[in-house]
Nanobody, 119 residues
Framework: QVQLVESGGGLVQAGGSLRLSCAAS????????VGWFHQAPGKEREFVAT????????DYADSVKGRFTISRDNAKNTVYLQMNSLKPDDTGVYSC????????????WGQGTQVTVSS
């Protein structure tokens, strides 16, 4: 079992920045791939970014490439999402999720943190 808790959301003006954190507890965190997902109001949840177990490989949705950066500190059991040049379309709930490196689907999810970008 892995427990995930997000933090760092808030209200920011367009063009501003936020750093989200996803703190994990439970099993060996370094064995888990972690992803960030975004759910805008009234829309389906969408993939934002993912990072490999050691942090050497990352992937991003086209909409955030060049603006968001995912990173992790396995010593602190934490994954971060640095969000720069925020746009109103980035508004929504951001959730982190984890899956074992041998797994297929994200099995563990946090409760999410709200990000609101004002124009």
């Amino acid at each position: 079992q892995v427990q995930l808790v997000e933090s760092g959301g808030g209200l920011v003006q367009a063009g501003g920045s936020l750093r989200l954190s996803c703190a994990a507890s439970g099993r060996t965190f370094s064995n888990y791939i972690v992803g960030w997902f975004h759910q805008a109001p009234g829309k389906e949840r969408e993939f934002v970014a993912t990072i490999s177990t050691g942090g050497g490989n990352t992937d991003y949705a086209d909409s955030v490439k060049g603006r968001f950066t995912i990173s992790r500190d396995n010593a602190k059991n934490t994954v971060y999402l640095q969000m720069n040049s925020l746009k109103p379309d980035d508004t929504g709930v951001y959730s982190c999720a984890a899956k074992h490196f041998s797994g297929v689907q994200y099995r563990y999810w946090g409760q999410g943190t709200q990000v609101t970008v004002s124009s």
